[in-house]
């Protein structure tokens, strides 16, 4: 897994909402993700510099924007470039089970924002190739 991260130009990073937090998985998934303060690239950067991640959250309780909060300084803190925009989200109402895969036609608002997290999280990617971070 850790190859095909570092061989994309752009991270997704993904969870559902817990009690108000990221999912453990994710946390995981973070945990991992520190090995690349350690690691450099041939010019002596991070490894994962150059790259760029968004950030999609999901649940019924609210929190969206302090779990997404707590993700970017995470991927921040690891090398990884966050784009404009660069969460999407969608939580139904509290304590009840509608996913998003049940809506009847999906959410114009959440489809919205997912669409410009992509198009801007694209455009930083091809910033990025065509002018790394300085050594």
Same mark, same amino acid.
């Given at each position: ?12 990073? %993904? ?28 010019? %002596? ?33 690891? %090398? ?56």
């Amino acid at each position: 897994m850790r190859q095909k991260i570092l061989d994309a130009d752009i991270f997704v990073l %993904g969870t559902p909402i817990w009690m108000g937090h990221p999912s453990s998985h994710v946390q995981r998934v973070l945990k991992r993700l520190d090995a690349f303060l350690g690691e450099t690239d041939p010019d %002596g950067r991070m490894v994962s510099l150059d790259r760029v991640a968004i950030v999609a959250v999901v649940g019924n309780e609210d929190g969206a924007h302090h779990v997404a909060a707590e993700l970017f300084q995470g991927l921040s803190d690891v %090398g990884f470039t966050i784009a404009a925009s660069g969460m999407t989200y969608w939580v139904g109402e509290a304590m009840h089970k509608t996913d998003y895969k049940g809506l009847p036609s999906g959410s114009d608002k959440t489809d919205q924002a997912t669409r410009s997290a992509a198009a801007n999280a694209a455009h930083l990617a091809r910033l990025l190739a065509n002018a790394p971070y300085p050594a």
